[in-house]
Every structure is written in structure tokens, then in C-alpha cells.
């Protein structure tokens, strides 16, 4: 049983990808869970390719600098045959009717008159991922289910027409991470590809940018430090971001702390002690670059190694070796 995880660098990665997610898979990885960057995914709406580039490498840096095991990871687009090569199997194994019923196909395409045909078919790459890998659990949010669903719908069919080759995995609840909402839009939650970016706090931000962000955080008129989601969600997201970085609970992290200026403080300085060391280190690989190329070409030969040989099976079982 393995689990395998992913980050797309549509934008650059932030509080909330780290405290949601990079910082668990650091501290609790399985001995064979995976763990990629999905730059593959990043390209269903027009895209700069030189941002895909330098967003891939600050995202593998950043899985790096965590302390996400070196051995674990990889680039999808390392493996762009592979991805490819499966991801045809698939969707020659998809209905149209079921590409189409994804509800966030429904959504995102919603309104555009020039909608992609990645945005369509992005559910069967992302069982390609789970597929070839062999991973046997996945753990995604709500909004991700009906993908996996369709990940065990195609395992299963192509098991039964060709040939039993692939396991069919299961979507397992994703370890309690804190959910971060946008400083600026407290109601929402803080995503990398929010056309806003002042309420988003990256990873990469210097400690100035962070004060300033968290200086200019929406809360309310109360003036009362309490952790009350319902009523206060400006209040109750710095208190949850603190908590998560203090590993405290809201509810203690707001005792002692009287002015929402004093809270908006103490929080940018949790923060910033948190990730000003991550931060310091994906600079580090960023600029040195080779001990990043090395980490990215080996990732790369491990995972193509350990998924050649059901790659070759599925491709045989189709007639095409
Ligand atoms: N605000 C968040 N709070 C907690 N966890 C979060 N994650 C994302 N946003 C938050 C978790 O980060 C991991 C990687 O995310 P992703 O790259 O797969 O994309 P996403 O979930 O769609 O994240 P974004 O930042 O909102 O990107 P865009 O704007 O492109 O959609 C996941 O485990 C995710 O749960």
C-alpha cells in the first residue's frame, strides 16, 4: 500500500500548499509513498512556458528544502513518454460521457467559449499518474473524488477487457493539514492561481512582504480576539494559521493576545519562523542548480524504473508490443 501526491506549479506555491500539504508529506512519509510535481497539469489554460520551467523547479526545490525524502520524489514531465503513452491507453478506455460529467470540467469551462481539450481530458492523465505509478491510495480533497473515481472505473475496465495489469486505487481523507484562506478574502480558500495575489503569502516572500501581508489582513469591527469561524473568519484564519505553525490549537493561540494588531503580528512572526528556513534553502538549490538537476534526473530514473515494467505489460496487453 502506497500513496502517491502531487503540486502543480500553476502558480508559486504558498502558505497553504505548505502547511496543508509539503509540510505533512515531509514529516509522515510512508517508506514507498510518491511524491511529484504535476507540471503536466499546469497547462490546461494558456500558460508561459518560461514560468512552467522556473515554477517547476521552485516547487521541486521546495519539496527538496521540506525534507520530502529525495528518493520519493520526481517531475511528471521526466516521464512525459510514459505519462503520454498511458494516458492514450486511457482515454481510449474513457467514455466521452464520462470525461464530460467531471464536475470541474463543468465548472472551470463554464462561461469560456475557447475551452481546451487538456481541461477535458486532465482526469485520465491524472489516472495515468495514479496508474502507472501503482499507487494504491490517493489522498485528495472532496473536489478531487469523482477523478479518482474514474481512475478505479478505467483500472478496472482495462483489467477486464486486456488483461490484469493495473491496481485499483482508492481515495483515501488527506492527514488533517490546517486549511488556509486568503488573508485578503478570508471566506476563500488561498490558491496559487487567484488573479489577487496581495492576500496570498508565498513561500518565497521575504519576511518584509510577509509582515506587510499580514498587516493588511482583513478582519472585522469586533475587536475581539476569538476563535469564532462563523463569525469572525478573518480572526479564525489567523488563528488557524498560527495554531498550525505554533502546533497549538486557535483557541490557545488566542490566549494573551488582546488587538487584532497584536494578533496579525504574532502571527507574521510565526510564520516567518516557520518558513524562513524552507525558504532560505529553496534559494540555496535554486541558485547552485546542480545538486537540483542531480536530485531531478535521479528521481527521474528511479520512478521510470519502477514503473517500466507495468508501462510495457499495459502497452502489450493493447496489442502494441
Ligand atoms: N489553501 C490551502 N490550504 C491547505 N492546503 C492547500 N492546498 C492547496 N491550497 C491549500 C494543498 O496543497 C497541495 C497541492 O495543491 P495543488 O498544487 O494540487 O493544487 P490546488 O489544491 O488546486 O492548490 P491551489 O494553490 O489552490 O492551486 P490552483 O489555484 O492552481 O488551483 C494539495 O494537497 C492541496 O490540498
Same mark, same amino acid.
Given at each position: 500500500?502506497?500513496?502517491?501526491?502531487?503540486?502543480?506549479? +500553476?502558480?508559486?506555491?504558498?502558505?497553504?500548499?505548505?502547511?496543508?500539504?509539503?509540510?505533512?508529506?515531509?514529516?509522515?512519509?510512508?517508506?514507498?509513498?510518491?511524491?511529484?510535481?504535476?507540471?503536466?497539469?499546469?497547462?490546461?489554460?494558456?500558460?508561459?512556458?518560461?514560468?512552467?520551467?522556473?515554477? $517547476?523547479?521552485?516547487?521541486?526545490?521546495?519539496?527538496?528544502?521540506?525534507?520530502?525524502?529525495?528518493?520519493?520524489?520526481?517531475?511528471?514531465?521526466?516521464?512525459?513518454?510514459?505519462?503520454?503513452?498511458?494516458?492514450?491507453?486511457?482515454?481510449?478506455?474513457?467514455?466521452?460521457?464520462?470525461?464530460?460529467?467531471?464536475?470541474?470540467?463543468?465548472?472551470?469551462?463554464?462561461?469560456?467559449?475557447?475551452?481546451?481539450?487538456?481541461?477535458?481530458?486532465?482526469?485520465?492523465?491524472?489516472?495515468?499518474?495514479?496508474?502507472?505509478?501503482?499507487?494504491?491510495?490517493?489522498?485528495?480533497?472532496?473536489?478531487?473524488?469523482?477523478?479518482?473515481?474514474?481512475?478505479?472505473?478505467?483500472?478496472?475496465?482495462?483489467?477486464?477487457?486486456?488483461?490484469?495489469?493495473?491496481?485499483?486505487?482508492?481515495?483515501?481523507?488527506?492527514?488533517?493539514?490546517?486549511?488556509?484562506?486568503?488573508?485578503?478574502?478570508?471566506?476563500?480558500?488561498?490558491?496559487?492561481?487567484?488573479?489577487?495575489?496581495?492576500?496570498?503569502?508565498?513561500?518565497?516572500? +521575504?519576511?518584509?512582504?510577509?509582515?506587510?501581508?499580514?498587516?493588511?489582513?482583513?478582519?472585522?469591527?469586533?475587536?475581539?480576539?476569538?476563535?469564532?469561524?462563523?463569525?469572525?473568519?478573518?480572526?479564525?484564519?489567523?488563528?488557524?494559521?498560527?495554531?498550525?505553525? $505554533?502546533?497549538?490549537?486557535?483557541?490557545?493561540?488566542?490566549?494573551?493576545?488582546?488587538?487584532?494588531?497584536?494578533?496579525?503580528?504574532?502571527?507574521?512572526?510565526?510564520?516567518?519562523?516557520?518558513?524562513?528556513?524552507?525558504?532560505?534553502?529553496?534559494?540555496?538549490?535554486?541558485?547552485?542548480?546542480?545538486?537540483?538537476?542531480?536530485?531531478?534526473?535521479?528521481?527521474?530514473?528511479?520512478?521510470?524504473?519502477?514503473?517500466?515494467?507495468?508501462?510495457?505489460?499495459?502497452?502489450?496487453?493493447?496489442?502494441?508490443?
Amino acid at each position: 500500500m502506497f500513496s502517491l501526491s502531487g503540486i502543480t506549479p +500553476s502558480g508559486e506555491a504558498h502558505l497553504g500548499n505548505y502547511l496543508g500539504a509539503v509540510r505533512r508529506w515531509a514529516a509522515e512519509p510512508g517508506p514507498e509513498d510518491l511524491y511529484f510535481v504535476s507540471n503536466l497539469h499546469a497547462m490546461t489554460t494558456r500558460h508561459d512556458p518560461g514560468r512552467l520551467r522556473v515554477l $517547476t523547479d521552485h516547487q521541486l526545490a521546495l519539496l527538496i528544502a521540506a525534507g520530502v525524502p529525495r528518493e520519493r520524489l520526481f517531475v511528471q514531465s521526466d516521464l512525459i513518454h510514459e505519462h503520454m503513452a498511458l494516458t492514450w491507453l486511457l482515454e481510449c478506455t474513457c467514455t466521452f460521457g464520462e470525461a464530460r460529467r467531471m464536475v470541474q470540467f463543468k465548472e472551470k469551462s463554464q462561461g469560456s467559449s475557447s475551452v481546451r481539450l487538456g481541461l477535458l481530458t486532465y482526469p485520465v492523465l491524472m489516472a495515468a499518474d495514479i496508474l502507472l505509478h501503482g499507487a494504491s491510495e490517493v489522498p485528495v480533497g472532496h473536489d478531487q473524488n469523482q477523478h479518482v473515481e474514474l481512475a478505479r472505473t478505467l483500472a478496472r475496465r482495462f483489467n477486464t477487457d486486456y488483461g490484469d495489469v493495473f491496481t485499483v486505487p482508492q481515495a483515501v481523507l488527506p492527514v488533517a493539514g490546517a486549511r488556509v484562506r486568503d488573508l485578503a478574502v478570508p471566506t476563500r480558500k488561498m490558491s496559487k492561481s487567484s488573479s489577487d495575489g496581495s492576500g496570498i503569502v508565498y513561500v518565497l516572500d +521575504s519576511p518584509e512582504a510577509v509582515r506587510r501581508k499580514f498587516r493588511r489582513a482583513v478582519t472585522d469591527g469586533e475587536n475581539t480576539v476569538r476563535y469564532a469561524p462563523d463569525e469572525q473568519p478573518g480572526v479564525a484564519n489567523l488563528l488557524e494559521i498560527m495554531a498550525a505553525c $505554533t502546533d497549538t490549537l486557535p483557541d490557545d493561540a488566542a490566549k494573551g493576545i488582546d488587538s487584532y494588531r497584536d494578533l496579525k503580528e504574532a502571527t507574521a512572526e510565526a510564520v516567518i519562523s516557520l518558513i524562513a528556513p524552507v525558504r532560505e534553502r529553496v534559494l540555496q538549490l535554486l541558485e547552485e542548480r546542480s545538486e537540483l538537476q542531480k536530485i531531478r534526473a535521479e528521481g527521474a530514473e528511479r520512478a521510470r524504473r519502477r514503473s517500466r515494467d507495468r508501462l510495457d505489460r499495459a502497452l502489450s496487453l493493447a496489442g502494441l508490443k
